[in-house]
């Protein structure tokens, strides 16, 4: 495994560990859960209009890990021996502990995420997320949430890499997955996550 790299940004905290997992081992991972997890398409509602998520996702964590976004209300599935093992690996690497993780299957190309922050009261101030990428290279892009500040920054997450997003990054950042016009083979994201609970 590759050190961790920061990324140098204003206003928040990015570490990217290129090659977390070696490319035999991130390729078993993403066939087991590819195979293993029962993927879902969930709808948004934005604006009053109901949409399909284009990608599908899944949910895991500890038994009161609940996860409200963009109109959705996710109930935790039981961390399965592979997800935990993965956990384990990410909270040694980082020093931080999660209790609960996002996967997100983008099947092709026409698969994305929008912009958007990782902001629900849930996650607290100044959430740290690690975010692991299995399977084919996307585009994640960022971009600083105050028009003065114009800037905007594009990452391309690979087979195995680890992606940490602290500090202030939620309040002044948004990030997205695009849409390609290429073809490109599916990947799986998984972002772990610290439900705050009381
Ligand atoms: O797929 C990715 O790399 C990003 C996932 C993401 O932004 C999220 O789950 O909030």
């Known amino acids: 495994m590759r050190e961790a790299e920061q990324i140098l940004l204003t206003d928040g905290t990015l570490f990217l560990t290129p090659g977390f997992y070696q490319p035999d081992i991130a390729a078993q991972l993403f066939a087991q859960l590819r195979d293993d997890i029962t993927w ?3 709808t948004v509602q934005i604006f ?17 890990a609940r996860y ?4 959705r209300d996710l109930m935790p ?25 996002l996967l997100n299957y983008y099947r092709d190309e026409k698969d994305g995420m ?10 607290g101030a100044q959430p740290v997320i690690a975010s692991l990428s299995l399977g ?26 680890l992606l940490v997003m602290a500090g202030a990054m939620q309040e002044n950042w948004q990030h997205s997955v695009p849409k ?10 998984l972002t772990f996550r610290l439900i705050k609970m009381d």
């Open 40 to 42: 879902q398409q969930g």
């Open 48 to 64: 009053g209009k109901v949409h399909k998520e284009p990608r599908l996702t899944a949910w895991f964590g500890d038994k009161d």
């Open 68 to 71: 409200r976004y963009s109109g």
């Open 77 to 101: 599935q039981a961390w399965t021996p592979v997800l935990a093992d993965i956990k384990q690996a990410v909270e040694t690497h980082t020093g931080h502990c999660f209790n609960s993780v």
């Open 114 to 123: 929008g912009w958007h922050s990782d902001d629900e009261a849930e996650l």
């Open 136 to 161: 084919a290279s996307r585009r994640f892009k960022l971009r600083h949430k105050s028009a003065a500040q114009k800037q905007l920054l594009s990452i391309t997450l690979g087979d195995g890499d």
């Open 180 to 189: 390609e016009t290429r073809p490109q083979s599916a990947r799986i994201n």
